[in-house]
Structures are given as C-alpha cells and as structure tokens.
C-alpha cells in the first residue's frame, strides 16, 4: 500500500513520456559560429574548429624583406686621386733610390779599381770586390725601401698613422738622399747616380705635398 504523502512511492510521477522533448524545442543559441564569448559557451555546444577564422597578423618589425649588404668599401669614401698618386709617386721613389748606389758604384768602378797597369789576377779581383760592393749596398738600399712601399699601400686605405711613418720616412731620407748626390757630384762617372739621387729627392717631396692636400685630408683617418 502506498502513501500518498510519499511521492517517492509512486515512480511513475518521475517518469517523463518518451519523446516528450522534440528537437524543436530547443532554441537556436542567440550566438553565431564563432562568436561565442570567452567562458559563455554552453555546456557540450562548443562550435567545431573548423568554423573558427584565424586572422592573421601582419607586423612589419616581422617581415621577412632581405635588406641589401653593405660592404665596407661602400661605406668608406671614395679613394681620391690624390691619395692613390702619393702612394705610386713613394713606391716609384723607393725602387729608385735602390738602384741609386749601385748604379754609381758600378758606373765608378774603374776608378775604385785603380790603377790599370795591375796584374789581370788583382783586377779581376778588385772587379769582384766592386760586384760584391755594388751587390751589398743594393741590399741595403732594398731593406731601407721596404718600410716606404708597405706604408704607402697602407695609405691607399687612408689610415693617418701611415701617412705620419711615411712623412718621417721622408724626413729621414731627404738627407741621405742629398749625402748620395754630393758623392755621386764628386764622381768621375756622375752623370747617372745625379740623375737617379734628384729624382728620388723630387718624388719624395712630391709625394709629401700629395698626402696633405685637401682631398687627402678628407679621405685619411
């Protein structure tokens, strides 16, 4: 016997008909594809993946456009001709003035021999010793040449610290170069070592005046 007062006896109260809710009941939610707000979504109704729309965002810090090198030479300013002279007019005065006293001491060498009544044996000697003498002293003359084309090629880069060497070289040279030309004055055969000491004095001071012209000033740093 059941209760009335208990409805808990009577399950069939509980029990909805098969059928009772049809599809249509359910209302449309009021939210588009893709538009459902953040934690708004109703429980089990999550739109597919698919339906959402992905914009993408375009920042132009993030492109990807190859920027063109630039390369050292393109950022340094041009070379002036002024510049490039120096450096040949220091390399022509280096290589002659390395031919300078051999040329006299060959030019000279029948008189460093002597007297040519000698026997054959003590001049074929003494010629050897004048060789070796004009050998020797171009030797030299090339060690103390080096320093003057290694700093002029340098220049042509316009560095000052090269320019600064050169100039000193210079100073330096100009009375070696002087000390050359009153020996080779003194000389029976002067002609090609005067020749040779004023060119090399010439390009020296050429050389000099062409590293600190405008132009030049404005290429070396």
Same mark, same amino acid.
């Given at each position: ?32 594809? @893709? ?8 429980? &089990? ?15 132009? *810090? ?20 002024? =510049? ?24 000279? *060498?029948?008189?460093?021999? @002597? ?22 002293? &171009?030797? &030299? ?11 002029? $090629? ?13 100039? =000193? /070289?210079?100073?330096? @040279?100009?009375?070696?170069? =002087? ?19 004023? /060119? $090399?004095? @010439? ?19």
């Amino acid at each position: 016997m059941t209760d009335p007062q208990n409805p808990w006896q009577n399950p069939e109260q509980w029990q909805q008909p098969t059928g009772q809710y049809q599809a249509s009941q359910y209302q449309a939610s009021q939210y588009q594809p @893709g538009q459902y707000p953040v934690d708004q979504h109703p429980a &089990g109704q999550y739109p597919p993946t698919s339906q959402y729309q992905v914009q993408p965002v375009h920042n132009p *810090a993030w492109s990807m456009t190859p920027l063109n090198p630039v390369l050292p030479e393109e950022m340094a300013p041009p070379r002036p001709a002024t =510049i490039t002279a120096a450096m040949w007019t220091w390399i022509a005065a280096a290589v002659l003035a390395i031919a300078v006293l051999p040329v006299l001491i060959l030019g000279n *060498a029948a008189s460093l021999i @002597g007297d040519s009544t000698v026997t054959a044996e003590d001049r074929s000697a003494a010629e050897l010793g004048v060789t070796s003498l004009a050998v020797f002293a &171009g030797f &030299g003359m090339l060690v103390a040449a080096a320093p003057y084309v290694a700093f002029a $090629v340098v220049l042509r880069n316009g560095h000052s610290w090269a320019r600064i060497l050169l100039t =000193i /070289l210079g100073a330096l @040279g100009v009375p070696t170069m =002087i000390g050359t030309l009153l020996f080779a004055l003194n000389a029976p055969a002067w002609q090609p070592g005067v020749v040779l000491s004023v /060119l $090399v004095l @010439g390009l020296t001071v050429a050389a000099v005046v062409l590293q600190f012209l405008p132009a030049s000033n404005r290429y070396v740093r």
